[in-house]
């Protein structure tokens, strides 16, 4: 799907990816997408905020209108500076994760 979505067959120069309401229940797949810097993951099923340590360039991630109990692993993120979470259910959360 990431393929398709970014019409990059090579994971490591995909640097924008929208993957908006495709009923993602889980983050996985990014450890050869150093390079993504936007990374949008809204209107999804996701619950749990993981797999995204990898994207070392992130710099904006959009997690609106999912499910999201948990957050971890945003620490890694140093160069993320803007993060969305509104409208999720958040009950346990980093204190790096900007909200």
Not at 47 to 54: D, E, K, R, V
Not at 62 to 68: C, F, G, M, Q, T
Not at 78 to 95: E, F, G, I, K, Q
């Amino acid at each position: 799907m990431i393929k398709r979505k970014s019409g990059q067959y090579d994971l490591e120069l995909v640097q924008r990816l929208c993957l908006k309401d495709q009923f993602i229940r889980v983050i996985s797949n990014t450890q050869q997408m150093g390079n993504l810097r936007d990374l949008d993951l809204s209107y999804n099923e996701i619950t749990t905020i993981q797999g995204l340590a990898p994207l070392l360039s992130l710099q904006r991630l959009d997690l609106s209108h999912n499910k999201i109990r948990v957050v971890q692993g945003l620490e890694a993120l140093t160069n993320l500076r803007w993060y969305v979470s509104h409208l999720s259910m958040l009950s346990c959360c980093d204190a790096s994760s900007g909200n």
